[in-house]
């Protein structure tokens, strides 16, 4: 009896164990997000656990049941659902796939799961339904960053580097050829600068669009960023040929974009050419190639198409040299500072100097301003050096000053980045502080494209460099606008005479008369002239004749280091 007792209490002990377990179990279950059917193959029935109530509104009790399942996945999931119902069928353990749920916009992971027995018959089956919806929707969203632009629509340039990288292998074993168009929006910066980065998205969303159109069977479409966009074309030729693409958007862009405020804008774009296998056989590097041409389209006046060759890129490469080695200058400090003198003509005395920027590079060759300086402009470096150029010359400037005390001006050329620079006023005033320069004592020279760029930001600038006394010069005047009129409202004090004038003022009787008016009108309306670069006795006779102001030119002083100035100084005040 006593026996029989323990054993009662053993097995209700062991009962209140199992259905604990069972009760974890099920909690398991119903908190995994899952729905799962279990089927025994001795007692042949299937049971549904757990969430089974999101996923369908039917039961199952019966292998035969499964038709239910089928009817309700989408077409394309029928035949792997039925194949994975039954993987015991080839011997597998387990497997899964994904699902769509017909009209529920449910994905369904079904994962199954058979047990075997030690002789390798099957004795149990577990099937999960696992909600992935959030999931794989959050996949598409990846998939579709990964290859298409979110502003545009139009692919990536990720995948349309791959893409090009299909062209080019199917081209070579094709014996054919595959073009690259880079497109850029001209003035974009403007755009984005004057109206604002939201119209500048807009912008670029029409013009997309519009692009967008364009793409058919072997034309491919990105936006890189910003304003870039770029067309890979395989074979091209008839429709898809170079000159029929471009003539198209050229035609688009005679109209112009609408945005959604109802303002209208046109644009331009410059656009490069490179074609595989003639300017490179590898993805990246066509496209390189395409875009250095672009750059040589803008640089040549853009709104144009400009086919690749290889001079183009051997500029580029000598650009580029440049470049480089003048980023070594600037931490070196390679430079050194010659002045040219500028002489009145009423008197003759030295009326002050052009502080010019020189360049040795390392194998001792000298290179010009000229080239160097709108290398420097494009890429930063002008920033430093300008300062550079400011401070040496001011070093020199002030011990003339000290050794001589003879009343001249410092004129120093200054970049639009320069002025551009939120300090470059702070910076200028600085230094002239430092080196105890008066206001008066300098002259800054600007070019007129300086203000076509920035007109407002800059005059902005001129004005309080004026009211502090510094003086203004317009450079190479005659070169740019030279519209008379628009003069009269610059805060410009001195006016200098492109020497493409002095050139023929003697021998071409329109440029004479054109020269007259200018120093005519310029004196009255107040300012000071300069004639650039006189060459010869004549042209000085008959520049003082019309009573320009001043003179500057090889005829009277080359550009000179600063001890030659120290001997003209000498003589001047001897
Ligand atoms: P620019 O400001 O028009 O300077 C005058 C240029 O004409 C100088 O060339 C000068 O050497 C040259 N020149 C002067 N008189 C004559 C002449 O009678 N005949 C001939 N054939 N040429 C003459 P340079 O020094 O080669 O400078 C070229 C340009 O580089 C300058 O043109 C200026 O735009 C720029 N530059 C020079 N130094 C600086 C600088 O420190 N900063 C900046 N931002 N630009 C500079
Ligand atoms: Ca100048
Ligand atoms: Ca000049």
């Known amino acids: 009896m006593e026996e029989l007792e323990y054993q009662v209490g053993l097995l209700n002990a062991m009962n209140q164990k199992l259905s604990k377990d069972e009760k974890m179990l099920r909690l398991i279950c119903e908190t995994s997000n899952s729905a799962f059917l279990y089927y025994n193959y001795d007692e042949g029935k299937i049971r549904t656990l757990a969430n089974w109530n999101h996923f369908f509104d039917f039961t199952i009790t019966d292998i035969r049941d499964f038709n239910r399942l089928y009817e309700c996945v989408e077409e394309q999931y029928i035949i792997p659902l039925k194949e994975i119902l039954f993987i015991e069928k080839q011997g597998l353990k387990s497997q899964s796939i994904d699902v769509k749920l017909k009209g529920k916009r449910l994905c369904v992971e079904v994962e199954v799961s058979v047990v075997y027995d030690a002789l390798g018959n099957p004795t ?42 299909e062209y080019i292998r199917r081209a070579e074993d094709e ?10 929006i001209d003035d974009f910066r403007r755009i984005n600068d004057g109206m604002g980065l939201i119209i500048g998205d ?29 067309i890979a074309i395989y074979s091209p030729c008839g429709a898809r040929s170079i000159e029929t693409l471009y003539r198209t958007i050229w035609e688009r862009l005679k109209t112009p974009f ?19 296998p003639e300017a490179a056989t590898k993805a990246l590097e066509l496209i390189n190639c395409a875009e250095i041409v672009m750059f040589k389209a803008k640089s040549m006046g853009k709104d144009k198409v400009l086919y690749y060759n290889g001079a183009i890129l051997d500029d580029f490469i000598k650009k580029v040299t440049i470049e480089n080695k003048l980023k070594d200058a600037v931490f070196r400090q390679n430079f050194t500072m010659y002045y040219q003198p500028q002489f009145r003509t009423n008197d003759k005395a030295l009326r002050g100097v052009e502080a010019l920027i020189r360049w040795k590079d390392d194998n ?30 001011l070093h020199a400037f002030a011990e003339w000053k000290r050794k001589y005390h003879y009343p001249m001006v410092l004129s120093l050329n200054i970049s639009a980045i320069q002025y551009r ?25 600007i070019t007129e494209s300086i203000l076509i760029d920035d007109f407002k930001e ?3 600038k001129l004005v309080l460099l004026r009211d502090i006394g510094v003086k203004i010069s317009l450079d190479d005047f005659g070169t740019g606008y030279s519209s008379l009129s628009y003069l009269k409202g610059l805060p410009i004090d001195t006016l200098k005479i492109d020497k493409s004038f002095i050139d023929t003022v003697i021998t071409d009787e329109n440029t004479r008369i054109i020269t007259e008016s200018i120093i005519y009108m310029v004196k009255k309306l107040g300012f000071e002239t300069i004639a650039e670069g006189v060459e ?29 100035i120290e001997n003209l100084l000498a003589d001047m005040t001897a």
Request: aromatic share 12%.
């Open 124 to 165: 149990d089956k577990i099937i999960r339904f696992k909600d992935v919806t959030k999931f794989n929707s959050q996949n598409d969203e990846l998939t579709y960053l990964a290859y298409y632009d979110s502003l545009t629509g139009l692919y990536n340039r990720n995948y349309f580097v791959r893409h090009l990288g």
């Open 364 to 393: 001792g060759k000298m290179i010009s301003p000229a080239v160097f300086i709108p290398i420097a402009e494009k890429s930063g470096a002008i920033v430093p050096i300008g300062t550079w150029v400011i401070e040496e010359s």
């Open 458 to 460: 800059i005059t902005e």
């Open 175 to 184: 014996n054919e050829t595959v073009a690259v168009m880079f497109l850029d």
């Open 536 to 564: 010869t006795e004549e042209q000085f006779q008959y520049l003082t004749e019309i009573d320009c102001d001043n003179i500057q030119g090889y005829f009277l002083g080359k550009p000179m280091p600063s001890d030659k």
């Open 421 to 445: 620079q939120p300090d470059f006023i702070d910076n200028v005033i600085r230094l002239m502080d430092k080196y105890d320069v008066s206001p008066a004592e300098i002259e800054l020279e």
């Open 258 to 276: 609408r945005l959604s405020s109802g303002q209208e804008i046109f644009l331009t774009v410059s656009v490069g050419v490179a074609e595989y």
């Open 202 to 230: 807009e912008l670029v969303q029409l013009f997309g669009q519009f692009l967008s159109g364009l793409m058919g069977d072997n034309i491919i479409i990105s936006h890189f960023n910003s304003d870039i966009f770029c």
